[in-house]
C-alpha cells in the first residue's frame, strides 16, 4: 500500500502563490510518476503537471508559464509551486504516484483564488 499526504492549500488572490507538497509512504520502493491533477465543481478531474522518473516536466497548457513541479527523491515528496493564481485555478488538488504501473491518489487538497 502506498499512503499520500498532501498539504498546502488555501485561499488567495488573484496573483498570489500557494506552494503544495505531497508526501508518499508505504511501499514506493519503484515510483513510476509523480504529479498533480485537479477538479472544479462540475468537471471532470485533469492533469495539472506530472513528472515520471527520469523524464521531463508535464504540464496542462493552462499552466504553463506559472505553475513549476518538483520532487524531492530522498524525501519522496513532490511539489507544486502555483505562482500568478487565477480564480479558474480554483479547485481541489490531487495528489498522484504511480508505483509499479498502479496509480495512488492523495486525498485532495482545496485551493481557492478569490478576492
Known amino acids: 500500500q502506498v499512503q499520500l499526504v498532501e498539504s498546502g492549500g488555501g485561499l488567495v488572490q488573484p496573483g498570489g502563490s500557494l506552494r503544495l507538497s505531497c508526501a508518499a509512504s508505504?511501499?514506493?520502493?519503484?515510483?513510476?510518476?509523480m504529479g498533480w491533477y485537479r477538479q472544479a465543481p462540475g468537471t471532470q478531474r485533469e492533469l495539472v503537471a506530472t513528472?515520471?522518473?527520469?523524464?521531463?516536466?508535464n504540464y496542462a497548457d493552462s499552466v504553463k508559464g506559472r505553475f513549476t513541479i518538483s520532487k524531492d527523491n530522498a524525501k519522496n515528496t513532490v511539489y507544486l509551486q502555483m505562482n500568478n493564481l487565477k480564480p479558474e485555478d480554483t479547485a481541489v488538488y490531487y495528489c498522484?504516484?504511480?508505483?509499479?504501473?498502479?496509480?495512488?491518489w492523495g486525498q485532495g487538497t482545496q485551493v481557492t483564488v478569490s478576492s
Open positions: 513528472i515520471i522518473s527520469g523524464g521531463s516536466p
Open positions: 508505504g511501499s514506493i520502493s519503484s515510483i513510476y510518476a
Open positions: 498522484n504516484v504511480v508505483v509499479l504501473l498502479v496509480p495512488y
